[in-house]
């Protein structure tokens, strides 16, 4: 049984911890969603993440986890006679892939192994074909602890192919890595907010471009929770099309206007240092599962060289400390271990973590 007054501290990729300041707001007394108390709720909050991710275009927030998003990204933007290009890089990145075609749409994956980044000239090489009408990408893949080079990306792709859509996972990436959305010249990229956000499950943030707005007036079979269209008109009243998730939106209001505090450059510089302080730590003891050039500095995979039964530890440090790394994902699981350094976690906290990691594998 879950002991709801100690909770485990979880240092897993997601859900990751949240602080009791955060929890306290999603206590708050609800809102009519439809008032205009809510409405100005709303639109501080989109406004913020305007502020946060250098835009001027479309915050949609969605009442879902961000795969729901994969799907509206297809629905809204990609045409039944048009062609997807999905890179595919591991776990996440694949369901997406599968998520498209089973829209209905045609897609063709652009693949690499896993612990291997998207690289640009690959997608260029495979742009140039001049079939595509859009890409999707993960910014970082949660499934390998890798972060692809997606600025890098995002200039070839301006420069070469600035017709095709961008569509972007940013969900173990945003807040905690730099996203300059308009700059990027994505088209749709979102976030479920139990990662860097630092909230539980709920609710995702999308970030959608006004080309990609344009385009989906026009295509068919949009469907309605994630029909673009209602969202803008619904945005444009500082509402959404659906019942929105108040209290996740509040504690999403809270944390935003501790980041604006902090400043993106300091977040940023916050998440590298756990980054590497992880690294450095999983170098000395194991080796890092993809290259360190791509390592994330949201979440480190750590290629499990000394053969321990991950599972086993897990529970073990549970048992002792009540805290909760984790596994990896997949057919990585007990090859590899994944430990979360993002949102309101702190190096002080990996320190710990780390240390009972020591004690525990010798």
């Excluded at 890798?146 to 200039?155: A, G, W």
């Excluded at 006004?210 to 619904?234: H, I, M, N």
Aim: charge should be neutral; proline fraction near 4%.
């Amino acid at each position: 049984m879950v002991d709801w007054k100690n909770p485990p501290r979880l240092f897993i990729p997601g859900p990751v911890k949240v602080n009791d300041d955060v929890l306290q707001q999603l206590a708050r007394p609800t809102l009519a969603h439809r008032g205009k108390e809510y409405a100005q709720l709303h639109g501080e909050t989109t406004d913020m993440l305007k502020k946060i991710f250098f835009t001027d275009q479309n915050v949609f927030l969605s009442t879902s986890s961000a795969s729901g998003i994969w799907e509206a990204a297809i629905r809204n933007c990609v045409g039944f006679d048009e062609t997807v290009l999905a890179a595919c890089c591991g776990a996440f990145s694949d369901k997406w892939a599968t998520v498209a075609g089973n829209c209905g749409r045609n897609v063709e994956e652009l693949k690499v192994d896993w612990g291997k980044p998207t690289l640009p000239e690959a997608i260029d090489k495979k742009l140039a074909a001049g079939k595509y009408a859009a890409i999707t990408l993960m910014y970082n893949e949660t499934s390998t602890g890798l972060t692809n080079p997606v600025y890098e990306i995002s200039k070839m792709m301006k420069q070469k192919h600035p017709d095709v859509l961008v569509f972007v996972d940013s969900v173990s990436a945003m807040v905690a890595l730099p996203l300059h959305f308009d700059e990027l010249g994505w088209d749709v990229t979102f976030a479920s907010v139990q990662k860097a956000f630092a909230i539980p499950p709920g609710l995702t943030v999308a970030l959608v471009s006004s080309r990609a707005l344009e385009k989906s007036k026009d295509v068919p079979g949009r469907g309605y929770y994630f029909d673009f269209q209602l969202f803008a008109k619904s945005a444009a009243k500082n509402q959404t099309p659906t019942t929105p998730n108040i209290p996740h939106i509040m504690a999403l209001n809270y944390q935003c206007k501790k980041l604006l505090a902090e400043g993106m450059e300091n977040v940023w510089q916050r998440h590298k240092k756990m980054g590497e302080f992880t690294r450095n730590w999983a170098k000395e003891k194991f080796a890092l599962f993809c290259d360190e050039k791509y390592a994330s500095n949201t979440l480190t995979a750590v290629k499990n060289t000394r053969g321990f039964n991950v599972a086993e530890t897990i529970n073990a440090i549970q048992e002792k400390h009540n805290t909760i790394f984790g596994n990896g994902y997949g057919k990585l699981k007990e090859q590899t271990f994944r430990i979360a350094h993002m949102g309101d976690i702190t190096l002080d906290d990996l320190k710990e973590l780390l240390g009972w990691l020591d004690d525990e594998i010798g």
